[in-house]
């Protein structure tokens, strides 16, 4: 049940996800994208050269051109502005890491916490409880102790 659950999530995401990817807005692109110039994202930034990206991508957007397709054409030939100009790193290759380090680091953090706690409350001193086998208390003393109690009881 759980996997079926699972598989119609990711289905709902991958709908608005390909139509991002086959037909891409302006702005979309635009925050996506850094300027190579003044190292501003592409949406804020004013530069010439950010002037001249903003036209290339209306104008690939208005050809029908894929979300991948001109960012691939910014990135290599034959603009070849170079990876700088993405404000993400890929989600492919080398990049993944970029993704994937995070993640573990708080997973690894996480973990080292939880045992940590864990190992913590179990090695406290007052945490261990032992029955005396020693010797009885002296009669006059377990009656003082009765005496006492039977006070707080009451």
Request: glycine share 8%; net charge negative; hydrophobic share 45%.
């Amino acid at each position: 049940m759980r996997l079926l659950l699972l598989a119609a999530l990711a289905l709902a995401c991958a709908g608005p996800a390909l139509a991002s990817e086959q037909h891409p807005t302006q702005g979309e692109l635009e925050a996506e994208l850094v300027c190579p110039q003044c190292h501003e994202p592409l949406d804020e930034s004013s530069s010439p050269i950010a002037q001249q990206m903003k036209a290339y991508i209306r104008q690939h957007i208005a050809m029908g051109w894929t979300k991948s397709h001109i960012v691939d054409s910014l990135v290599g030939p034959p603009n070849n502005l170079g990876p700088s100009v993405l404000g993400v790193p890929r989600k492919h290759g080398f990049d993944l890491l970029a993704w994937l380090l995070p993640l573990a680091g708080i997973a690894v953090g996480a973990l080292a916490l939880a045992g940590g706690a864990w190992a913590w409350s179990r090695n406290r001193p007052g945490n261990k409880f032992v029955l005396a086998d020693g010797p009885a208390l002296d009669p006059a003393l377990e009656r003082r102790v009765d005496e006492e109690l039977a006070r707080f009881d009451s």
